[in-house]
């Protein structure tokens, strides 16, 4: 699951006649078991599109999610955050008070 933090978009201010250009997202990938949960954070970088572009108050969360799935491996994300997680709930070491 995608967190998106409130200002979490790097903009240009204009680039060419396009305004208010999203040339960064910062977020957050996201696992829980309901109970637990652990986070990756995530930098995506964004080339300035050539057609295409999209109002910044037009950017729903849908196509923000679409942008950080093309830009990140989602599945090796996945895949240690799940290690995270088990390491969380079943931990391989634990720190015990002393015996005296």
Not at 11 to 17: L, N
Not at 63 to 69: K, P, R
């Amino acid at each position: 699951m995608w967190v998106i933090p409130q200002d979490s978009m790097v903009t240009a201010k204009q680039i060419g006649s396009d305004i208010d250009v999203v040339i960064q997202v910062n977020a957050f990938r996201m696992i829980t078991d309901g109970t637990t949960s652990t986070q990756i954070p995530v930098c995506v970088g964004l080339t300035p599109p050539t057609e295409g572009f999209i109002p910044y108050a037009n950017l729903t969360q849908d196509i923000v999610e679409g942008w950080l799935n093309a830009g990140t491996d989602v599945a090796a994300l996945d895949a240690e955050l799940a290690v995270q997680l088990d390491n969380i709930i079943n931990p391989k070491t634990v720190v015990l008070p002393n015996p005296f």
